[in-house]
């Protein structure tokens, strides 16, 4: 009877411990409803116009009018859940020609609801849509505005997750926001991200949505499975030293927002193996923008999450027919099963990152002229083990891994240094890993 107890316990803690899935992150996906988004971009398309210095007295129509119903909507959602979310505005002044863009003094208000985690209250991985639309003339705050795709879609889909991640208790915080001001010069991002180092916000990273809702590409191409990730390679907060250093150990490829997208590649193509996340490995769009730029500019991790193909008829335009083409970005260009998709990847990604413990702050590398490869990291409070993470320096993606259990160091025997890339996550209970982290000091 002992032995078998014994086998018993066993065997039990064997899916705790490696079970590669969750079987909730399937709830979650299943959660996300294409019919609740498609209601909310509608909303948001009746307000007639979101641009940044539009109207903010009116109850129906204007900036003021859309973020009074996004705040109200956050607080519905609270409500549901015993008061789980805190939701407030955070605002900054703009003044009047701080750029060609804003012609009137604004207030680029942003909203925000934050569901605090039980473990790492501090600890914040955040989702974002904008509020704000614009028409051909960046600077036209009164014609009609629809900005169903760009960025209805985003904060439809931001408000979204919060319906169906608040059902769920977790270790970290999330965050889901509004960002305004994202037309008129990225200013949303930029008051958020300074506010958040004024509080102290230990930020994991941004998951910034901007368009997640056309599948008809003016390439030609229609498909609800592609979409892309955005990221930078290195942040541009680094020290000349770091620069330096980068020559000699590699990294060129692997700073922080970089990992971001990797995790979002790989958690998709684990529980929704249908999706074709394309990892880009740029900033953003050639010579464009969007509102993770401000918080990688503060030094914090952050990706764009988009869709794969753009119609550009639909983006930024006066409504109108010209040449037989009509311009304008509309609601009846969304398709809502796509938006759903794309809010379930945020949605199982923002899971995931506040199921797991932290990410360890140091991590080593050592075996130079060695056969073997040594890496070890700084413990983390909460994790069950670590896994080191190691690719072909060609690769994109960590395509060997290794869990290593409760340990802070290992050797890889045979594996050369010279000839890899390497990093590692902390896994906690569940299964869940944090960010890989590649190696911040050498030794020896
Ligand atoms: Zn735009």
Redesign the pocket.
């Known amino acids: 009877m002992k032995k078998f107890s014994v086998l018993l316990v066993a065997l039990m803690s064997v899916p705790m411990l490696y079970s590669q899935t969750d079987l909730r992150i399937y709830d979650i996906i299943n959660n996300v409803s294409a019919e609740r988004i498609e209601k909310d971009v509608t909303k948001l398309v009746n307000f007639g116009t979101r641009h940044t210095l539009s109207d903010t007295i009116s109850q129906t129509r204007g900036i003021g009018a859309a973020r009074r119903w996004i705040k109200s909507e956050f607080e519905k959602i609270s409500s549901e859940c015993s008061d789980c979310l805190d939701v407030f505005y955070q605002k900054n002044l703009v003044p009047k020609g701080d750029n060609a863009r804003i012609v009137h003094d604004v207030w680029v208000v942003n909203v925000v609801a934050m569901q605090k985690g039980t473990k790492y209250p501090n600890r914040y991985i955040i989702m974002s849509g ?1 509020i704000d ?2 028409v051909s003339d960046p600077a036209n705050f009164t014609s009609d505005s629809p ?1 169903a795709n ?2 209805a879609s985003g904060m439809a889909g931001t408000i979204e997750a919060a319906r169906v991640l608040s059902k769920y208790k977790f270790e970290s915080s999330i965050i889901y926001v509004g960002l305004s001001g ?2 008129q010069g990225l200013y949303g991002g930029k008051g958020l991200a300074e506010y958040a180092k004024e509080q102290g916000w230990d930020i994991v990273g941004i998951l910034n949505n ?2 997640i809702g056309n599948i008809t590409g003016v390439d030609g191409v229609v498909s609800n499975r592609d979409f892309r990730i955005f990221s930078e390679p290195v942040p541009p907060t680094e020290t000349e030293q770091q620069r330096n250093a980068r020559r000699f150990y590699g990294g060129e490829v692997d700073g922080i927002s970089r990992q971001l997208a990797r995790y979002v590649y790989t958690t998709t193509k684990t529980y929704m193996p249908e999706m074709n996340p394309m990892m880009i490995y740029r900033l953003d769009r050639f010579g464009r923008g ?1 509102h993770h730029r401000p918080f990688n500019d503060a030094g914090f991790a952050g990706i764009r999450i988009m869709e794969a193909h753009e119609n550009y008829t639909q ?2 335009q006066d409504i109108r027919v010209e040449d037989g083409i009509a311009y304008g970005d509309k609601l009846e260009h969304v398709n809502f099963g796509y938006a759903k998709k794309l809010t379930a990847v945020n949605a199982i990604n923002l899971a995931s990152i506040a199921w797991a413990p932290p990410a360890p702050t140091t991590v080593e590398i050592g075996g130079i002229v060695e056969p073997n490869a040594k890496l070890r990291w700084s413990k983390v409070e909460g994790a069950v083990g670590y896994k080191i993470y190691w690719r072909d320096t060609t690769s994109p993606t960590w395509d060997n891994a290794r869990y290593v259990g409760d340990v802070t160091e290992f050797v890889l025997e045979g594996i050369v240094l010279d000839n890899f890339f390497f990093g590692v996550a902390a896994v906690g209970k569940d299964g869940h890993e944090s960010p890989v982290v590649f190696p911040n000091k050498v030794f020896r």
């Open positions: 904008d639309s614009r900005g760009d960025n994202e037309e901007d368009m969007g983006q930024h």
